[in-house]
C-alpha cells in the first residue's frame, strides 16, 4: 500500500494524483447510454424488456413481469429469518427519526406595507429510487432512498432494482416493504434510468431519480438531468481515517477495508501523525487480508487507490481532509471535540474510536447516500431536503406596490425591459 | 396569439406540445462547448483571452485586462444617477432581509444511549456567479446571484460577465459593489464556465456555478456538473397568469409582454374562466403592443409560444398551472387564499393584482433566478441554501455501539460485506 508523507517537497502533487478520478464521462458509456435513453423514450416497454432480458438475463417477456407486487415484497419480509427482520426493522426505524428532523417547513413575513412574503414547502409527486443489484445487492439503499422520501410526503415511490438471471434479493425486497415503496420493478442500467425519466406504457414516469449505480447509471443520470431532478453523480466510495494512534490498529485496518471491498477502485486513505502507528496498521492490513471474503477486490483498491499517509498534527490532516473533502470521515481520536471545528468538507463525520464508518452505513440513523469525489465542497448527504422543494410567495399590498413599484421600474428602465417598467408603473396611483 | 379552451377533446395533446421545449442538448453546440471547455482545462488564461476575443470582440490581451478591480466597481456605483443608485440599495436590502430567513442551521440530538447524531451546516468556499451579458444586461441578476452567497457566508464571490465589444455596465459594476462580490472578470460564454470550474493562472477554481445564461453557458454547465455544483440549467423564461377576470386587462396583457421581451422563445399563457375577459386582453396585446420597444421579440414570442387559455373554472386553472410548473405564477384574482392551497408546482406565486412579476423581478425580495421548462415539479428558487451544505454528524457511544454493531453486522452480512460487518464486531465487547 502507497506510503505518503506531507513534509514531502511534492505532497501537494502526489496528492492531487492520488485524488485524480473522472466521473462518468467515458464518451463510448455516453454514447451507448444516449442510444438506450432514446429508445427507451421511442418504444417504451418494449425497448426496456428487451435491454433487460439481454443485460441481465432475464426471461421476462412483458413489463409486467417484471413488476414485483405489493404482496411479493411483503411475502419476502415475511420470509426473513427473525434476526434480519428485527434488524432491518430497527435500522429503518432509526433512519426514520433522523431524518425527521431534516423536514423543511414553509414560512413567511409581513413587512411594513402589509406585504406577505414568503416560501411555501411542498413534497414532490413522484419519485423513482435506484437499487443497485449486480455485483452486490444492498437492501440498505432501499432504506436511504425511500424513507427520505416517505418522510417528505412523495405519494409515489417507484423503485428500480435489476436482478441479473432474475435472481431477486428478498432482504431488498423487505427493505422496499418496510422504507413504503409504492411500486418496484426489476430493471436497471440506463434503460431503467430512461423509464423513470421519460415513463413507459408500464412505468409511470417520476419527478426525480436518486440513488447511486454504475458508470452507465451514472451518465444516463447526467443525460436525464433537467427533465427530471437528479441526486448527484456517485463515484466510487472514498472512506478517510484521521486516527491520532490510540484506536486499535486493527480497527482501523478494518474501517479501511470497509470501503475498500466495494470496488476496486474505492479509495480508502489513512492520515496519521504516528509513523509508528502506521506502520501497525500496514501490519494489520496484511494480517487481516487473508481473511476476508473479498481479499482480491479489497487488495486492488488498496494497491491502486489508497495510502497511508504521514502528517505533521491533527490540525495538518484536518486540512488535507478539506480538501480531500471524503465522502466518509472517520475521526478516530481521543479529543474529536478539538479538531470537528476545522473540518469544513466531508459527506459524514464519524467520530471517536466506537463509531465504525459501518455503524452509519447500515443504521446510525443518516444517510449513507452521500457526495464522492470531492463533490462534499458542494453537496450534501441526500435527505429529505432532496425530496421537497420550494415556492417563492409574494403578495404585494396596494401600499407595497406604490414603493417597490418605483425601484423595480427604475431598473427596469436601466435594464432596457420597459415592459417590466410598465407593468410596475400601471399599479402606480399618480 | 394562439387560443385554447380547455373543453377541446385533445386539449391535453395540445398544451404538450405548446410546452415542448429540449433544454440544451443541441448535439452542435454540446461538441463545440466539449471543445473549449478541454481547451481552457489545458491553456488556461490564454486560451480564455483568445475565446472572449473572438466572441465578445475584446481587445484585451491578457487576463489581467480582463479582471475588474474593486475600486472600479466602487466608481461604477458613485458614477451612477441617485435614482438609480437608490433604487439599487433599496432592492439589494429586501434582498438580503428575505434571504436571511433561508439560512440553514446546523442541528444535533442524543439519543437514549448517548450516541450523538446530527446535521453540520457550512458554507461553500467559493463560488462563481454567471451573469449574462449580451442580448441584455442585468444588473438584477447579480444582486440575486451574489446576496445569498455572502447571506450563506461564502468567503469568496467570483463574477463573470461578458462585456460584447468591451462595453461595461455601469449598473452590473455597482451591483456587484453592492452585492459584495470578490472578484470579477469580464468573460463570458463556455470559456468563463471552463475558468471558474478548471481555474486558470488568474481566475480561481470555485466550488459551484450559479446563474443562467444562453445555450453555450447552459451546456457548459451541465459538463461541468460533478466537477463544480451547478444551480440548475436554465431554459428561456416563462409567465403563467391565472386571472378571474377582475384585473385590468391592460395590465394582464402588460404582465405577459414583461415575459415575452425576454427572448423570442419566451413563454407567456394566460389561463381564465371568462372567454369575454380573454377577448379584452387580446384587444389589450394588439392597442399596447406597437409602443413597445421590444415588440418584435414580444410578438415572435407570443405568436410562436404564447397562449390565451379558456379554462372551465379557477380550480382546473391550477390543476392546468400544477401540469404546467411555471417558472413565474400569477394569481391575479380577488381571492387568492381561496386557490392558493391547491397551487403545488411553481418556482414563485405572485399573488393579487397588485403583484406583478417584474415586482418579484427586482425588489420584491424573493430570488428571480426560478426552476424553467416544469422543473418547478422538483426543483427551487436560487436560495442562500445553495451556497450552504450539510455534512452528517454521528458520534457512537460505548453503549450505542453495542447494540447497533449487532444491527449492522446483520444487514452488512445480508449483502455480503464482511468487512463492513466485521468493522462494526470488533466494536463489541462479547
Known amino acids: ?27 463510448d458509456v455516453d454514447a451507448r447510454v444516449a442510444a438506450i435513453l432514446d429508445d427507451v423514450k421511442a418504444r417504451g416497454d418494449t425497448a426496456v424488456v428487451e435491454y433487460t432480458q439481454r443485460f441481465d438475463g432475464v426471461a421476462a417477456q412483458t413489463m409486467a413481469g417484471l413488476e414485483l407486487t405489493q404482496a411479493e415484497l411483503k411475502a419476502a419480509f415475511e420470509r426473513l ?13 432509526r433512519v426514520r427519526k433522523y431524518h425527521e428532523h431534516q423536514k423543511m417547513a414553509s414560512w413567511q413575513y409581513t413587512d411594513e406595507d402589509g406585504t406577505v412574503l414568503g416560501q ?65 420493478f426489476c430493471i436497471g442500467g440506463a434503460q431503467a434510468v430512461g423509464a423513470l425519466a421519460f415513463g413507459t406504457q408500464t412505468v409511470p414516469a417520476v419527478d426525480k431519480i436518486t440513488g447511486p449505480g454504475n458508470a452507465y447509471v451514472a451518465a444516463a443520470k447526467r443525460r436525464v438531468f433537467g427533465i427530471v431532478g437528479i441526486d448527484m453523480v456517485a463515484g466510487p466510495s472514498e472512506i478517510l481515517v484521521i486516527c491520532d ?40 492490513i ?18 491502486d487507490r489508497g495510502a497511508l499517509i504521514t502528517v505533521k498534527d491533527l490540525h495538518e490532516a484536518c486540512k488535507i481532509a478539506n480538501y480531500i473533502a471524503p465522502e466518509h470521515l472517520e ?10 471545528p476545522e473540518l469544513h468538507h466531508a459527506g459524514a463525520i464519524f467520530i471517536g474510536k466506537f463509531t465504525s464508518e459501518s455503524l452509519g452505513d447500515y443504521c446510525a440513523g443518516p444517510n449513507h447516500v452521500l ?31 406604490q414603493k417597490l413599484g418605483r425601484i423595480a421600474s427604475t431598473l427596469a428602465h436601466g435594464e432596457g425591459l420597459t415592459a417590466h417598467a410598465r407593468s410596475a408603473e400601471y399599479r402606480l396611483k399618480d
Chains 1, 2 share one sequence.
Open 1 to 27: 500500500m502507497r506510503r505518503l508523507d506531507s513534509r514531502s517537497a511534492d505532497f501537494q502533487s502526489q496528492l492531487a494524483a492520488l485524488l485524480a478520478f473522472e466521473t462518468s464521462q467515458d464518451p
Open 81 to 93: 429469518p427473525d434476526v434480519q427482520r428485527d434488524a432491518l426493522v430497527a435500522a429503518a426505524e
Open 120 to 184: 411555501q414547502v411542498t413534497a414532490l409527486d413522484r419519485v423513482g429510487i435506484y437499487v443497485p443489484g449486480g455485483k452486490a445487492s444492498y437492501p440498505s439503499s432501499v432504506l436511504m432512498n425511500a424513507i427520505p422520501a416517505h418522510v417528505a410526503g412523495v405519494a409515489e415511490i417507484i423503485m428500480v432494482v435489476p436482478t441479473p438471471r432474475g435472481e431477486r434479493n428478498d432482504l431488498v425486497l423487505a427493505a422496499a416493504f418496510v422504507a413504503g415503496v409504492s411500486r418496484a
Open 245 to 284: 494512534g490510540t484506536t486499535d490498529p486493527d480497527w482501523i485496518a478494518m474501517d479501511l477495508f470497509s470501503q475498500a471491498e466495494h470496488d476496486e477502485i474505492a479509495q480508502a486513505i489513512l492520515l496519521c501523525p504516528d509513523e509508528n502507528f502506521i506502520g501497525q496498521v500496514a501490519a494489520s
Open 286 to 303: 496484511e494480517k487481516l487480508l487473508p481473511s476476508m471474503p473479498r481479499q482480491e477486490i479489497i487488495r486492488a483498491s488498496l494497491t
Open 331 to 340: 475521526l478516530s481520536i481521543a479529543t474529536p471535540e478539538v479538531y470537528l
Open 371 to 401: 457526495p464522492t469525489a470531492r463533490t462534499a465542497r458542494f453537496a450534501s448527504p441526500l435527505g429529505v431536503y432532496d425530496f421537497q422543494k420550494r415556492t417563492s410567495i409574494i403578495q404585494v399590498s396596494e401600499a407595497g406596490s
